[in-house]
């Protein structure tokens, strides 16, 4: 017959247990709150940036910046993004997987990473991966002036041919529920697919003011500095997301341990009641014989 103190106990564990993962919950809920007025923010300004962009590479003569140098080569650099914490799903894994999908499935290529959050950076440097720069506690603080900092850095070393192609892999928010890995090409930019219409004719070009040279190298900074910035907003949002769905889940798991727990205790307190009833009983019955 299971011991009703340790059962007592066990209730005790659970339900303190439960006390954090609510707590959890709602802090998360409301740090969500405010990820996710960033990044629907932050979204259309990028969107439009990117596909100005993308116009512009599709006319322009890629000789005026080294970013539009669409070479051949098997160095690859990946900007990895995961949680400095736990606890929030399959959200920090999901990232690992797919970062060690994307390693093995090129394996003929030379591929580099830079590594934001201290769940990757755990997981990698114990790998035989290369590991140029980590950007671990990066949830804490995180800002545009350091986006820009990444931006820069990752620029610098595609233009001078340490790298041949920059992705960044991060969790793309769609919803509270759900979070999508995302594996992006950022260098060499992608042009735009033109369409030369009827007889191929040759499509026409912008007049620019100042130079093309000028416009692209402004455009191509802020590219960089707003690519970075919005894939970090993604992934925080996506994290407090995840870490709200998966606390509620260990929420109600939590309750219905606790309601087991209880039914069994309470069985077991009514089996040892009625034992002793017993046992007077027949003690009284003795008595009389």
């Known amino acids: 017959m299971p011991n009703l103190r340790d059962i007592k106990r066990r209730i005790k564990s659970v339900k303190n247990t439960q006390q954090i993962t609510k707590a959890m919950k709602l802090v998360s809920a409301s740090k969500l709150r405010k990820a996710q007025e960033a990044i629907i923010s932050a979204r259309p300004y990028a969107l439009k940036l990117m596909e100005v962009l993308h116009h512009l590479s599709a006319r322009c003569n890629h000789d005026l910046h080294s970013l539009l140098d669409d070479r051949d080569g098997n160095r690859w ?13 399959s959200f920090n894994g999901s990232i690992i997987r797919k970062t060690l999908q994307v390693i093995e499935e090129n394996s003929e290529k030379e591929i580099q990473l830079i590594t934001a959050g201290k769940k990757g950076h755990a997981i990698f440097k114990n790998r035989d991966n290369t590991i140029l720069h980590d950007h671990s ?9 350091k986006a820009a900092a990444i931006g820069s850095t990752l620029a610098s070393l595609f233009a ?15 919803s509270v529920m759900q979070q999508e890995v995302i594996l992006e090409q950022l260098l060499p930019v992608v042009p735009e697919k033109l369409d030369t219409g009827k007889g191929g004719m040759k499509v026409v070009d912008y007049i620019y003011e100042p130079e093309e040279e000028a416009i692209l190298g402004n455009l ?3 590219y960089m500095t707003v690519e970075v910035y919005r894939a970090f907003l993604e992934s925080s949002a996506s994290e407090h997301g995840a870490r709200m769905t998966a606390m509620d889940s260990a929420s109600r798991n939590a309750g219905e ?4 727990l209880t039914l069994t205790y309470n069985k077991a307190r009514q089996a040892y009641i009625t034992k002793e009833l017993i046992e007077i009983v027949n003690g009284a019955e003795a008595l009389k014989a």
């Open 137 to 145: 506690g990066w949830t804490r603080d995180f800002d545009h002036l």
């Open 160 to 174: 001078e041919k340490a790298i041949d192609r920059v992705y960044i892999l991060y969790n793309e928010f769609k």
């Open 77 to 89: 650099l990946i900007l990895t993004i995961t949680a400095d914490r736990g606890l929030c799903g």
């Open 257 to 260: 341990m606790i309601g087991d």
């Open 220 to 222: 191509l900074e802020r």
